[in-house]
């Protein structure tokens, strides 16, 4: 019995589930392979990078889905998807990034559709949809917080989860709202184990007049991908990077900083105590190695004890 790389539902003989197809468009009645094998994608990354917005440290590609041949079409310009071939230098980002995205749905963090498409060496590739197209050809304004702070990529690191708070009040229109957001993908970050959390991995976005967070992106257990890392956040909160708590994460970024009452924060923090069972559930069928899977084990337990 397959498990779908999109949905992770069950999907029989075949490689993707028909609600997967779907979710990437109700035109599709199959996804066939990326052409490429992971080489030739690398390669192809490279070779675009000066054509596209969208490079950064993992190497990436635009696309779009042609329906009349069911499968994904790497272009230069107009791409509504982005694509992460497996990487050389750190092994099974795909599967890690997607399980994480996974995850983070379950505790309704507001991600894009995102899921894995299989290359014709049969390894998995990586896809998210850009949230900031839609219609045709229409864009809407999306900053990353690096902009906003005045950083570059070089000093994307250079500022603190209280600093990010404080852009969030300056530019958001609802910025309780979008705090609320923040904390939440806070407490997800230390548990799953993403600390490369950096001034471009958060973005706003003008939507209908709203100034508001983008869903969230690039959420990947980073601690199981790195040997040695000792950091818990790329951005220092109440002046640490690491031995971080319930006091530090819950009392003082979320009630005191933050300035959420204590209802709501119960409430996000319940969330997450329900769907630990679930998360185990997905962590168990995903597409890591079993080595990796038990490392995400560990990890999760150790940090939930810290916070529950």
């Known amino acids: 019995m397959n498990i ?32 490429l094998t992971q080489e030739e ?25 042609n329906i009349k041949e069911e499968r994904f079409e790497i272009v230069d310009i107009k791409g509504r998807f982005i694509l992460k071939p497996q990487n050389y230098l750190y092994s099974e980002l795909p599967e890690n990034e997607s399980l994480t995205m996974k995850l983070a749905e379950l505790v309704d963090i507001n991600v894009p559709l995102n899921g894995m498409v299989y290359s014709i060496d ?7 949809k850009r949230f900031d197209r839609y219609g045709r ?11 906003l702070a005045g950083k570059t990529r070089e000093t994307k690191y250079d500022y603190s989860m ?5 852009l969030i009040d300056k530019f958001c229109t609802f910025p309780m709202i979008e705090k609320v957001k923040l904390f939440r993908l806070t407490i997800f970050n230390f548990l799953v184990g993403n600390e490369d959390m950096h001034l ?8 209908n007049n709203k100034v508001e967070l983008s869903p969230a992106y690039d959420l990947l257990n980073t601690t ?5 890392v000792q950091e818990e956040t790329a951005l220092p909160l109440a002046g640490r990077k690491r031995k971080l708590n319930a006091g530090i994460l819950i009392d003082y970024f979320g009630k005191d900083f933050l300035g959420i009452n204590d209802t709501v924060i119960s409430q996000i923090l319940e969330k997450f105590i329900r769907s630990f069972k679930e998360w185990e559930r997905l962590i168990s069928i995903s597409f890591l190695s079993n080595e990796m899977k038990e490392k995400y084990f ?8 810290l916070l529950f």
């Open 41 to 65: 994608q690398l390669k192809e990354a490279a070779a675009r990078a000066d054509k596209m917005s969208i490079q950064g440290v993992q190497p990436k590609l635009n696309a779009k889905l």
């Open 162 to 166: 209280e600093g990010v708070a404080k």
């Open 224 to 228: 199981i991908v790195l040997t040695g």
């Open 4 to 35: 779908c790389p999109i949905t992770y539902l069950p999907c029989g003989d075949d490689k993707y589930s028909k609600e997967g197809i779907k979710r990437l468009s109700k035109k599709l009645n199959d996804l066939n392979d990326l052409t």
């Open 200 to 207: 471009k991995n958060f973005s706003i976005l003008v939507n």
């Open 137 to 147: 050809d229409k864009k809407l304004a999306v900053e990353d917080f690096a902009q």
């Open 122 to 128: 049969g390894k998995f590739t990586y896809f998210i």
């Open 298 to 305: 560990e990890l999760l337990n150790k940090r939930r004890k």
